[in-house]
């Protein structure tokens, strides 16, 4: 098998190395984008093909100053893809170490795409109508780099990481089956979005009941109901068909769905139905949400030591 490390030692007269250390950037999805990292190497005129998820390739091709980022789609189709400029004017090489870029079916390249630039403002493309389709952006962190000793100066080896991220572009949740766009008034598209890709069935509607005048809260709540860093979604439901209370829970990880209430209180579980609709404070604290009601108790909602979320009357 071919070492590249070994191919450029054979080579070291002809170009020069430079090592680096720098950490790439935090690579996380949340509710409205997925996250990959990517890492790799690549040398000479070689090209990098990976793929990371939802049929997505992140390629880097060979260019004049080294190599540039392509995203390319299950098909194998090039997806409009764009470097982010740095500096006046902008500059690339040796001395700028994290290159970044967004891609798209919206996006142009003012060099490629002059009649979409809007005259007299060159940096402003002309507005399209958003196109339905994978966009996104990264960045990717140069870990060592070597250069041909020549005025030209191109990089021929790069190790690399970094991170790409996207979504499925212009997106607006599902809302028919509420009576009115009122009841949606106390809740951000993206948490509507969120809670109907974790499989809220439309026979449960969001409450948006919870916030009241004086009091600092949300109709939803961000607690990290598993502790793994990342905040889940919580907000209370309603079942119109038998006038049922419950509380959703949504885990970031997976898209987990769980729901409590909707019945009587139980040994087992005391978030009752009734309990939830009588509610009118709750707060998100650590890894436990605190749901009450003035003139009686309170209960917390959390993940027990087998990981499933139940409740308990508060201080018991």
């Not at 970044?100 to 003012?110: C, E, L, R, T, Y």
């Not at 991220?165 to 009122?182: A, I, L, Q």
């Not at 769980?258 to 609709?277: I, K, R």
Request: proline share 9%.
């Amino acid at each position: 098998m071919l070492n590249p490390r070994a191919v450029l030692g054979a080579l070291a007269g002809a170009i020069a190395f430079a090592g680096l250390a720098q950490a790439a950037p935090e690579c996380q999805s949340d509710w409205l984008n997925t996250a990959v990292p990517v890492q790799g190497l690549v040398f000479g005129t070689n090209e990098f093909d990976a793929e990371i998820a939802d049929g997505l390739v992140f390629t880097l091709q060979p260019d004049e100053g080294g190599w540039h980022t392509e995203m390319r789609d299950a098909e194998g189709n090039n997806i409009p893809t764009r470097p982010v400029a740095r500096g006046i004017p902008p500059v690339r090489g040796q001395n700028h170490l994290t290159d970044s870029f967004v891609f798209g079916p919206d996006i142009m390249d003012p060099a490629r795409n002059p009649e979409l630039v809007v005259p007299g403002r060159s940096g402003n493309i002309a507005a399209v109508e958003p196109t339905p389709g994978k966009q996104g952006n990264g960045q990717i962190t140069i870990l060592n780099q070597a250069f041909e000793k020549s005025e030209a100066g191109r990089m021929v080896y790069m190790e690399f990481e970094g991170c790409v991220r996207w979504n499925d572009g212009p997106r607006e949740p599902t809302v028919s089956h509420y009576p009115s766009p009122e009841d949606l008034v106390n809740f951000p598209g993206w948490v509507v979005t969120a809670f109907e890709d974790c499989g809220l069935p439309q026979s449960l509607l969001l409450s948006g009941r919870m916030p009241r005048p004086g009091y600092r809260q949300r109709a939803w709540l961000e607690p990290d109901m598993d502790g793994d860093g990342r905040p889940d979604l919580v907000a209370l439901v309603e079942q119109p068909e038998d006038g049922q209370h419950g509380m959703a829970i949504c885990l970031q990880a997976g898209k987990a769905l769980t729901l409590l209430g909707f019945g009587p209180e139980t040994d087992d579980a005391p978030l009752s139905s009734d309990f939830l609709a009588d509610a009118d404070w709750w707060a998100g604290e650590g890894r436990t949400v605190v749901i009450g009601y003035e003139g009686a108790g309170s209960q917390q909602v959390f993940m027990d030591e087998d990981g499933n979320l139940t409740s308990k009357w508060y201080g018991d």
